[in-house]
């Protein structure tokens, strides 16, 4: 009787060790909360108060964009991703019981425990939390380079929004008074007072100027979808734009200068390193998982007559078929072609910022000669258009000037709108944007 008490103790002992311990690795376990999906779309049902100008209107792209906001939540996942790849394994703990089937004197339920860990992981674990670091670096970085985009896209939505906008209700005033003249011509030739060459040419330049006013009224209306999709706000809301303006010329010191240094503050760039300095310490790691892989454990068990035993395991991985080998040279390439990528995207960069440069110069000479002879040409059209009125102007000369002057003015918002768009597209290229990401935008 007391050798079974001794027993009964021992095996109580036993089992509430097996239970605090499950207890002690369930209590830090995540507990699961179901996520349902939306039901209906988030957008704000109208736009925000007030005018926008270009700088408010990509701010509050960076708030607001939904697509940003997914971005964001990559980036997380990008994140945790590295932070386990920085982890050390869990060591690992082995339980096995073995009851007797048949029974006797001294017999008693056998058990096994044992406690190991991967060594080769001590030895990798400098090499791949470094690396986690780096990747965590390069995902935080290219989320500020999706940013920096958002940034872009929005600015560029709001001119070709505003200036399409602009070109489009100049076009249709044009396009309604050659269409009042194409309207005399036709009544004139059919009382015989005009000639079909001439009615045929005025209906000619009404359809023309009001085929070009409808393309302008669909670059509008792409454009201030795409505004209203990064705003987040509904279809329906109506923007109020402000006129931006022109942007200020970039000086040809001031590009060289941000290129020599572009590669210290580009997002895509930095994260392009840090992504590469990733890739240094996973090939560290690789060739530090070469050697053999050591697993060392420690056990105790007990036999079904009670005797008690303490031991030691150790497993030795021996490599032998190339995996490692192997493994290695997939790291390398993919450092080299790392290497490659970033080598070609600061080529592109020096590449497409003077191209753009040059691109620009010919954009301001352009606006500047055409803004230039406007006003001469508007005073000519309204002289013309006086004439004409008063019978002492041809009505082939009174619509050539009201079509050249409206294919001015369209030229004049479309060199407006390229402008922009370049000058943008070159900032962000150097580094220089014009909006900056502040603390507190969206994140």
């Not at 691109?359 to 055409?370: M, T």
């Amino acid at each position: 009787m007391l050798y079974c008490a001794q027993v009964m103790r021992r095996n109580t002992v036993r089992s509430g060790l097996i239970v605090a311990l499950l207890a002690g690795l369930l209590c830090g376990c995540a507990v699961y909360h179901a996520e349902p999906l939306p039901a209906a779309p988030d957008v704000a049902p109208s736009a925000p108060s007030g005018p926008l100008d270009m700088t408010k209107a990509a701010r509050l792209a960076l708030k607001a964009s939904p697509d940003l906001a997914a971005l964001r939540r990559q980036a997380e996942v990008t994140e945790a991703t590295a932070d386990v790849g920085g982890l050390l394994p869990d060591p690992q703990v082995s339980l096995s019981g073995d009851r007797p089937t048949i029974h006797g004197v001294g017999l008693t339920n056998a058990y096994a425990l044992g406690l190991s860990q991967d060594l080769q992981a001590l030895l990798t674990e400098p090499s791949r939390a470094e690396g986690a670091e780096a990747a965590r670096k390069e995902a935080a970085l290219n989320l500020l380079w999706e940013e920096w985009q958002t940034i872009q896209s929005a600015s560029g939505a709001y001119v070709t929004a505003y200036f399409s906008a602009t070109k489009a209700a100049q076009l249709h005033a044009a396009a309604d008074v050659l269409s009042a003249q194409a309207s005399r011509s036709t009544r004139a030739l059919a009382t015989h007072d005009s000639t079909i060459d001439a009615a045929g040419a005025d209906l000619s330049a009404a359809l023309d100027t009001a085929s070009q006013a409808d393309n302008a009224a669909r670059e509008a209306l792409a454009a201030d979808a795409a505004l209203k999709a990064l705003l987040n706000v509904a279809p329906s809301a109506t923007l109020s734009l402000a006129d931006p303006g022109l942007p200020a010329p970039i000086a040809k010191n001031a590009l060289g200068t941000a290129l020599a240094h572009v590669a210290e503050a580009r997002p895509d760039l930095l994260a392009l390193k840090a992504g590469y300095h990733a890739q240094e310490e996973a090939v560290w790691t690789a060739i530090l998982e070469q050697f053999p892989a050591i697993n060392v454990g420690f056990n105790r068990a007990s036999d079904t007559s009670n005797i008690q035993t303490n031991g030691l395991a150790v497993t030795l991985n021996l490599p032998i078929f190339g995996t490692t080998q192997a493994n290695i040279r997939k790291e390398r390439a993919t450092r080299a072609q790392l290497r490659a990528e970033y080598q070609a995207r600061l080529d592109a960069t020096v590449s497409d910022a003077w191209r753009i440069w040059h691109a620009l110069g010919l954009l301001h000479a352009q606006l500047e000669s055409l803004s230039a002879q406007l006003p001469q040409l508007r005073k000519m059209a309204q002289a013309g258009q006086r004439a004409y009125r008063a019978g002492n102007l041809p009505s082939a000369t009174y619509v050539l000037m009201m079509t050249s002057l409206a294919t001015r003015e369209a030229e004049l918002f479309d060199l407006k709108t390229t402008l922009w768009t370049d000058t943008l597209a070159l900032r962000t290229l150097l580094a220089t944007p014009l909006v900056t990401v502040e603390a507190g935008d969206g994140r």
